[in-house]
Each structure stands twice: as C-alpha cells, then as structure tokens.
C-alpha cells in the first residue's frame, strides 16, 4: 500500500548549520507530496508541496524537489534558525486525493 | 479569520467519562478529518467526512463516534474514556480528489486521569 518513511529523529543542529530530512516514499501512481512543519503547541501548517515528478516546491528558505526515479523527497535548508525549530511531516496524498499519508515526523532542534 | 478552529483546546476529564471535541472549517472545503497525535507526534487517521458521508473509517473502538451535521462541521464523540485516549486530537479539512493540502486545526489535548 501507499506509504511514506521518514528519517527518523531527534535531529540537533547549531544556528545556520544545513538541514536535510530524508524522505522517501512507495505509492501506485503518482501521488503529490508535501512537508508540513508543526511548531510547539500548535496544528500542522503546510510548509510545501509538489504535484508532479521533478517539481520543486520552496518556502520559508525550505525546498524540497519530487524525484520519482528515487521516490524521494528530502527537505533540505541552507542556513537553519533557532525559530525553525519544530516537528516536521512528509505526506503523500493518493490521485483520489482520498486519504493523507504521514511520516512519522522528524523532530529539529536549532540551538544558538 | 479562523480557518479550521477546534473546540476546546484543552480537556481534562475523568476514565469512564463522555465527551465531545467539535471542529468547524469555513474553508469551503467538502471533506474533514479527525487525527490522533500520540506522545511521540505520531499521527493517525482515524475518520473521515465527505460531503457528510463517512468515507474513511480506520480501526478505532467504537467509543468513538463521529457525527457530520453538515459539510462545514464535524464532531467526534467519546464514551467511556480511557487512559489510553489521552492524546492531542486534530481536525483537518480539504478538497477530496487531486493534489490538495489539508489544513489542520490548532488541537484538542484530551488528558484522561
């Protein structure tokens, strides 16, 4: 069945280090993915999606690129914040766009 | 304006007891959902509404109950709480079909003592 698997955390780095979140992912068809980011005590936000293969979606300094001939989808970061610390979600939505596929998430702690 | 608001945020309440957490979207939106969020962020579906009609139905005691009294509202009802059910619980909304996002609601935190 459709499926995402995530890095597993918790992930620490210093203020302005490089951020990749690995994602990956097995569904039939072609899903569209999306990262969503859930900051303490709070719902989770969309933080970017793409909707075919090769799309990259961006925001926030957040990219992350759809490759199909690696069923990947890694958020990466250049230069982290401390205010970018939060529990981060791949998830794949199926062509019917019936039900929502979530990682497990990955939690980031940027210290100063 | 709020988009998907949850009602209420906070709930302490006693095993044996049942309550109600109710979530309202007026984004349009045809389809909801109902999450539950574990201590390790863990999240599972556990309902799903579209257009009214119960689409998704995971496996979940039948404690729980969801009820749609209209597209833009979807409540769940809980008999009987256990310990077990303390979690965060999470209403989502979206459209149902091609690459849309579901927005989330800000959360229940149902503590069970």
């Known amino acids: 069945g459709d499926s995402v698997t995530q890095m597993e955390g918790p992930v620490t780095l210093s203020e302005e280090a490089f951020l990749t979140i690995n994602c990956t992912y097995t569904a039939t068809g072609y899903p569209s993915l999306f990262w969503y980011v859930q900051y303490p005590g709070e719902g989770l936000q969309l933080l970017l999606k793409?909707?075919?293969?090769?799309d990259k979606g961006s925001n926030k300094g957040f990219e992350a690129t759809y490759r199909k001939e690696t069923t990947s989808f890694h958020l990466e970061k250049g230069s982290v914040q401390v205010s970018d610390s939060a529990v981060y979600f791949c998830a794949l939505s199926t062509n019917t766009g019936n039900q929502f596929y979530f990682g497990t998430g990955t939690s980031l702690t940027v210290i100063p | 304006d709020t988009a998907v608001s949850q009602t209420p945020k906070y709930l302490v309440t006693q095993m044996g007891n049942d309550k109600s957490i109710k979530c309202e979207q007026n984004l349009g939106h045809d389809t909801m959902y109902w999450y539950k969020q574990d201590s390790k962020k863990f999240l599972k579906i556990m309902f799903s509404?579209?257009?009214?009609?119960?689409?998704i139905n995971e496996t979940v005691p039948n404690r729980f109950s969801p009820k749609s009294p209209d597209k833009a509202h979807l409540n769940l009802h809980i008999n009987s709480l256990e310990l077990g059910d303390s979690a965060v619980y999470f209403c989502?909304?979206?459209?149902?079909?091609?690459?849309?996002?579901?927005?989330f609601g800000p959360g229940t935190r149902l503590t069970v003592t």
């Open positions: 793409a909707t075919k293969a090769d």
């Open positions: 989502a909304s979206g459209f149902q079909g091609g690459p849309y996002e579901q927005y």
């Open positions: 509404y579209n257009n009214k009609e119960l689409i």
